[in-house]
């Protein structure tokens, strides 16, 4: 059985388009720029979504890795405004 | 030895179905890829499950994801998430009452 | 000091003396210099501006309301776990 470890994913997609949600009903759309073992995460051109409303932009964000729930490669840009 | 170490059991569920529950009402199902020593995991062919307040339930399908593993509260080896058990669980009640009219057949038989 | 961003951390200390926006959990928003920080987040912010943002449900109507309370401090010390975002002040 090959496995694919979560260090295999993320460097796969740093610098990539993700999705990173929240334990709350946030969700945070940007480039992922990087993030550590404590899963503290750093966006660029980052947008914030709240239950599929767009709420704010920002060039930069750090995200506090205790509230991440997952983090996944944005395939289509904006899935819930379609 | 007849015990097992919890991380074997994750060990064995790669490649297969997994059922995780984590906080905050909040469910998903998806093939095991990998895991490391903190619980984080990456999941693929992944369907999550968010409860809402109403009681609807809101389904997402998701490709590929990196779950955190602190935000886990327990796991279901081998099982392919609530839609699985409630169905197994309807046919199970199905069968217990099968079973029922048959010991009734019987009684009103002997009767 | 190094300007490179090569752990996330690095963005809050590249914002060290600049006016910061913190999202916190309760919908708690905090705009305020940073001062100082450290590994759980632990932060200190002058001139505070803190936004309190509370839903309530009008009982008649059964609208929801939104209502934001402003404070301000000149000082304060921030505790790390109740921070969910930190957002540094435009670069160019």
């Known amino acids: 059985m090959t496995s694919k470890s979560p260090s295999d994913f993320l460097k796969n997609i740093i610098g990539k388009p993700v999705i990173v949600k929240l334990t709350s009903s946030i969700e945070y759309k940007g480039i992922l720029a990087c993030l550590d073992a404590y899963m503290n995460i750093s966006l660029e051109q980052a947008e914030e979504w709240i239950e599929g409303q767009f709420k704010n932009k920002y060039a930069d964000i750090f995200i506090r890795g205790n509230n991440v729930f997952y983090v996944t490669p944005q395939k289509k840009r904006n899935l819930q405004d379609l | 030895m007849d015990f097992v170490l919890p991380f074997e059991i994750v060990d064995k569920c790669l490649g297969s179905r997994i059922w995780i529950k984590a906080q905050k009402q909040r469910e998903v199902v998806g093939t095991l890829c990998g895991f490391d020593a903190d619980l984080n995991m990456v999941l693929s062919d992944v369907i999550e499950y968010q409860y809402k307040i109403d009681g609807s339930i809101e389904k997402t399908h998701l490709d590929e994801i990196l779950l955190n593993g602190g935000q886990i509260t327990f796991l279901v080896p081998f099982k392919n998430g609530p839609d699985e058990v409630l169905n197994k669980q309807i046919n199970q009640s199905n069968i217990s009452n099968d079973v029922n009219l048959e010991i009734e057949k019987e009684k009103s038989n002997s009767d | ?92």
């Open chain 3, 1 to 92: 000091m190094n300007l490179e961003v090569k752990e996330p951390i690095d963005l809050v200390r590249l914002s060290l003396g600049e006016k910061i926006y913190i999202k916190m959990r309760g919908d708690r928003e905090l705009r305020g210099t940073l001062h100082a920080f450290d590994q759980h987040l632990n932060i200190v912010l002058s001139n505070v501006e803190e936004v309190l943002t509370v839903i309530e449900i009008d009982e008649e109507t059964n609208e929801e309301i939104m209502k934001t309370t402003r404070r301000n401090f000149e000082m304060l010390y921030i505790r790390g776990d109740g921070i969910i975002a930190i957002a540094p002040p435009k670069r160019f």
